[in-house]
């Protein structure tokens, strides 16, 4: 009797441990799926996000999705109003100056640490990212760019090898919320400005790769910065 009801207690547990898990994965799936939606634009900065029709899109039920919702808010990806739901993230002039000047002082860091430990693959991956090919439709179309430009500044910092430094940038989506709103140079100043720092990781150029990125980024600020005193006359 007594090793009946252990082994209905394990059963029990490893029932509920399955949909633990499962209900967390899939609050994962709808974190990377939403997140993807809001860097690609497809959730626009300011949109309040209608939860049924979330929930049914990516086929889950309301748990995980407000599980996942959770995790965006906590990255500041989206914002919670008492009462009136969640809301896609829109930040103001100020807190996007705030950010680039963060990514001032983290990515040059990456950047000459890319330089330092590039191997040969890796250089390879970098300059497959600005081939033609890759960069079909990019400079046409606002959605794509973003993405673009996300998915290369984040090889950059994995290249770095530093585990922390690209941990910290992706976990607090450093490069996401700066991408969040429509500011940005012309997308082929960007790719330019991307291929001058693969030259600087190709020739295992520290210095030259940190100044590259340090002056790439400060080029964007500078569209934000002169739009910020635009709206202060």
Same mark, same amino acid.
């Given at each position: ?5 252990? #082994?209905?207690? @394990?059963?029990? *547990? ?26 690609? +634009? ?9 939860? *049924?029709?979330?929930?049914? @899109? ?16 906590? *990255? ?15 930040? $103001?002039?100020? *807190?996007?100056?705030?950010?680039? #000047? ?10 000459? /640490? ?29 959605? $794509?760019?973003?993405?673009? #430009? ?11 090898? @530093? ?14 919320? +700066? ?6 140079? $012309? ?17 295992? #150029?520290?210095?030259?790769? /940190? ?18 005193? /635009?709206? @202060?006359?």
């Amino acid at each position: 009797m007594h090793a009946k009801n252990i #082994d209905r207690r @394990n059963i029990y *547990e490893y029932y509920t441990l399955v949909y633990k898990i499962e209900r967390e994965d899939l609050a994962e799936k709808a974190y990377e799926a939403l997140k993807l939606m809001i860097l690609r +634009g497809e959730l626009p900065s300011g949109e309040k996000l209608l939860q *049924e029709s979330l929930a049914e @899109n990516l086929g889950i039920s309301r748990t995980p999705l407000c599980s996942a919702l959770a995790k965006l808010e906590k *990255e500041m990806l989206v914002t919670s109003l008492p009462r009136r739901g969640f809301y896609v993230n829109r930040l $103001s002039l100020k *807190e996007l100056l705030d950010i680039y #000047d963060i990514r001032l002082r983290l990515e040059p860091l990456g950047a000459g /640490e890319a330089a330092e430990r590039a191997s040969a693959s890796q250089i390879a991956d970098l300059e497959s990212a600005v081939n033609p090919p890759a960069l079909a439709g990019v400079t046409e179309n606002y959605r $794509s760019f973003k993405e673009y #430009d996300y998915r290369f500044h984040s090889l950059v910092m994995e290249i770095s090898g @530093n585990s922390f430094l690209s941990r910290m940038i992706r976990s607090f989506n450093i490069i996401s919320l +700066g991408n969040m709103q429509h500011f940005f140079k $012309s997308p082929e100043q960007s790719i330019a400005e991307h291929r001058s720092l693969i030259e600087a990781i190709k020739h295992h #150029d520290k210095t030259a790769a /940190e100044k590259t990125m340090y002056t790439h980024i400060v080029h964007a600020r500078q569209v934000i910065e002169k739009k910020l005193r /635009e709206e @202060n006359g």
